[in-house]
């Protein structure tokens, strides 16, 4: 779930792989319960939590409830581009 794990030099994503290291969310918990983990994980904010939740709430609703795993980089870019406030380089700017 770590942004820009794709991207970056090559130090920064050994750096974002090795906190990930060991780390596995239950695999058979639900997408939102698997997030938290993940969030819960990182030490981030309880209210940050609560956001990145709602934020991925919002994008499985606007797609029609499909999950996450099948959709592309398409829908990613159309979810964003959507939302008020969202420039045309936000996307990129985003990730």
Known sequence: MEAGA?????A????VRRRLDGFK???SARLLDQCREV???HH??????????DWIRHY????GKRH???????????????RPGMGV????DAG
């Open 89 to 92: 380089r936000s996307p990129l």
């Open 12 to 15: 920064e994503r050994r750096r």
């Open 44 to 53: 981030l904010s309880y209210r940050t939590e609560l956001t990145y939740v």
């Open 68 to 82: 996450p795993r099948e959709m592309g980089k398409e829908e990613i870019y159309t979810h964003v581009m959507k």
């Open 60 to 63: 499985i609703v606007f797609h």
């Open 25 to 27: 969310p239950n695999p």
């Open 39 to 41: 969030i819960r994980f």
């Open 6 to 10: 794709e991207g970056g030099s090559p």
